[in-house]
């Protein structure tokens, strides 16, 4: 019997796709990359998950994790014909507990749908990803998502207690716990950022955070990109951790404020978004110091938003950058590469040289407060060679990024656009030691392969001598 036969007897034949048009749907994430799709099955319950990978393994086919497909890596893309996993029915919201500030969420929840139920409590999940209206937190965990607001309270990792997971045998396991230091091996830290390769997340402990008494954001209009830069690092060494610093690059603010009319300065060479959080004094004197820092690099638009509306407008316009940038042009590519904060400038001018020479046309949006570089890529894939020539630029880009001590990925992931990349920051024997690590959890290299790992990664045998 072949597999989908097997996998229509577990769920019923609408929850298992397999004809050509309904699986080409899957066949993409957000990333430039399509893969191949054998089936795509929607369970949804922990119990149906690890019959589906006992199922796959009888049939040694390949099993890709996914969620809203939202990730830019081709992390949830099968690259031979493999079985996608999809977990948006996981859409519970079960145990919170208001005082201990926890929750236990399904992997399908969508990121803001998770802080949108929890407004009457007064809390909120922190990671805050722009794409955070679609994306799942299963995908988030998957990424180990940044965003906006992970600047001051961190990344997914950080608030993520416990997962369950579906072992790439087909096995029912808890990582992590609810005590805040759960004894032996941090596997919980190894399975966030995983990107699907070591099982398949089916429950989620999360950190709730407290929303804050009081917030002020702050849009402000630079000269030139090299005094907006200047600004973030001031900032940081004046001690201030803002909630979030992001920066844009004048095309970009063309692109967002005629999408969006937010009202962002278009005449500025860049601009800075910036928020502040805590009690209102603090709040305050935050803002007033970023004010100053900014205005003594000549800053000379500093505004201020005066009430809800305008914050949510003011971010929206940060968050519809991307979907802006389809006013260019069909189709872009996204870059996400991390800088040292005081080394931004001159990459961000090697990045501009970059697409200029390659012909194509750059537009910036970036968490400017922890170096997180996106330059943007807005291109027509229908035009030959091009898809090609984007992807060379984007290789000069990634190790422009690391020439100055930064590193392949902020928060996108590896999946497979950047995988033949790892060699460029981690040396044989430290890919050897993600390989075992990937061995131990999947011996039979089922979940999620050619992921995050170049081949050939796995190079030394058990004495330590190179194979
Ligand atoms: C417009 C736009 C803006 C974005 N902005 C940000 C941003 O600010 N910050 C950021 O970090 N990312 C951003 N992203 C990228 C993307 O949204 C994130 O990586 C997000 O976490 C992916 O979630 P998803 O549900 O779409 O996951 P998918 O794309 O479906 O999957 C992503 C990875 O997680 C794995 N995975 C998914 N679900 C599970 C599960 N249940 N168990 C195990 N593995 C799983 C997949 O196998 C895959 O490797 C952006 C993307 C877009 C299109």
């Not at 019997?1 to 229509?8: A, Y």
Request: net charge negative; with cysteine.
């Amino acid at each position: 019997m072949s597999l989908t036969s097997d996998l229509e007897r577990l769920l019923g034949p609408g929850r298992v796709r397999h004809h050509p048009l309904d699986v080409a749907v899957f066949a993409k994430d957000a990333g430039v990359v399509p893969g191949s799709v054998l089936a795509a099955v929607l369970p949804e319950t922990t119990q149906e998950v690890a019959a589906i990978v006992r199922l796959a393994n009888r049939h040694e086919v390949p099993i890709v994790p996914r969620g809203a497909g939202t990730g830019l890596a081709g992390g949830a893309v099968p690259t031979e014909p493999g079985l996608l996993v999809v977990l948006t029915r996981f859409t519970s919201i079960e145990d919170v507990d208001t005082v201990g500030r926890t929750a236990w969420v399904g992997p399908g929840v969508i990121n803001l749908d998770l802080s949108r139920a929890l407004t009457g409590e007064g809390l909120h999940f922190a990671p805050d990803p722009s794409s955070q209206s679609a994306c799942t937190i299963g995908g988030n965990v998957g990424t180990n998502a940044g965003g906006p607001h992970c600047l001051a309270d961190g990344t997914t990792v950080a608030h993520i207690y416990a997962a369950e997971l579906v072992t790439p045998s087909g096995d029912v396991v808890v990582v992590g716990g609810e005590a805040p230091d759960t004894p032996g091996l941090d596997l919980r830290a190894v399975v966030v950022g995983s990107e699907g390769t070591l099982g398949i997340v089916t429950r989620v402990l999360v950190r709730l955070m407290q929303s804050p008494p009081d917030v002020a954001t702050l849009l402000i209009g630079f000269p030139s990109v090299e005094s907006a830069a200047a600004t973030v690092s001031d900032v940081i060494a004046s001690g201030l951790i803002p909630a979030a610093l992001e920066m844009m690059d004048k095309r970009m603010v063309a692109a967002v404020e005629n999408f969006v009319h937010a009202g962002y300065p278009t005449d500025a060479a860049a601009v800075l978004l910036a928020e502040v959080t805590g009690p209102t004094s603090t709040v305050l004197a935050d803002t007033e110091r970023i004010a100053d820092i900014a205005r003594e690099h000549g800053a000379d638009d500093v505004r201020i938003a005066t009430d809800d509306d305008e914050r949510a407008l003011l971010w929206k316009g940060r968050k519809s950058a991307f979907g802006a940038v389809a006013q260019a042009a069909p189709d872009y590519y996204l870059h996400d590469t991390v800088v040292p904060r005081t080394r931004l400038v001159e990459v961000m001018n090697q990045i501009y040289e970059i697409g200029d020479r390659y012909g194509l046309m750059m537009l910036n949006v970036f968490h400017a407060g922890d170096g997180n570089l996106h330059p943007l890529v807005a291109f027509d894939a229908k035009e030959p060679g091009m898809l090609e020539r984007v992807q060379a630029a984007a290789k000069e880009m990634v190790k422009a990024s690391i020439e100055v001590g930064g590193s392949l990925s902020g928060e996108h992931g590896i999946g497979f656009e950047k995988r033949d990349l790892m060699p460029l920051v981690f040396s044989a024997v430290d890919l050897d030691a993600q390989a075992r690590v990937k061995e131990a959890f999947d011996p039979l290299g089922l979940m999620n392969p050619d992921k995050v790992l170049p081949s050939g990664s796995r190079c030394f045998d058990a004495a330590g001598v190179r194979l």
